[in-house]
């Protein structure tokens, strides 16, 4: 595996013979952690279990993490889901596709219900911390309430441009509508986003006459509060 892997695909600038020698390589991995993972299931219950768990989840990841290193995201993926190997591998993933800018790839990778549950878990640990692609995937999945109120904490947090604002809340809305929530629910919802969608139509309202003064430009209209719309005026 050493010699495949340093003197082999490493070292070859070949793209087939590269793919060809990563795919040896994985395939030389996948029979060492099956003879490894038959042999800890056949001392299942004895006092060497444990120990020998241990070292294999500890040999499990060294062998997997070349692979991370060689950017073979794929190969990895294959081997930490067959073998269970979640140390830290889907934040490393995710993480490396917004380092990317490959948020569409990381949602197409990862979307749908189909999808292992620890990944699944995974990728929404991590989109908690990034809700603006958070709603992206709850579409795919279909959860439409969720996907309107993760749009509403992102309208109520944007400061920059009143048009993302109005976009989000606009999409908000359309989502709340789709949902199966019960009817109540749903105009409630709607109420309170039509409450702030007002304050984005006071900015559109603003007179061209005090966009001038204040040097506004009504294309890159930053969200003010009520009280500096005031003063504006």
Wanted: net charge negative; charged share 30%.
């Amino acid at each position: 595996m050493n010699i495949t892997l340093n003197h082999g695909a490493r070292a070859v600038g070949d793209f087939t013979l590269k793919m060809r020698l990563y795919d040896q390589l994985i395939n030389l991995t996948d029979i060492v952690l099956d003879g490894r993972k038959c042999h800890i299931e056949s001392i299942r219950g004895t006092e060497r279990f444990k120990t020998v768990l241990q070292n294999y989840e500890s040999d499990r990841y060294d062998l997997i993490k070349p692979f991370l290193e060689d950017k073979e995201y794929e190969r990895a993926a294959i081997l930490a889901e067959k073998y269970c190997d979640f140390q830290e591998f889907p934040k490393f993933v995710l993480n490396w596709y917004m380092r990317e800018q490959k948020q569409g790839q990381l949602l197409q990778q990862f979307r749908g219900r189909d999808k292992p549950p620890a990944q699944q878990q995974a990728l929404a640990q991590f989109l908690g911390e990034h809700p603006s692609l958070a709603w992206v995937q709850q579409v795919f999945c279909g959860e439409f309430h969720l996907v309107s109120q993760t749009l509403q904490a992102l309208a109520a947090s944007e400061e920059k441009l009143v048009r993302r604002k109005k976009t989000m809340l606009a999409w908000a809305q359309l989502a709340i509508l789709a949902s199966d929530e019960p009817e109540d629910k749903i105009m409630d919802n709607v109420a309170k986003i039509q409450e702030e969608m007002q304050l984005v139509l006071h900015h559109e309202d603003l007179p061209e006459d005090v966009l001038i003064a204040n040097a506004l430009d009504v294309e890159k209209l930053r969200v003010m509060s009520p009280s500096d719309l005031i003063k504006v005026c």
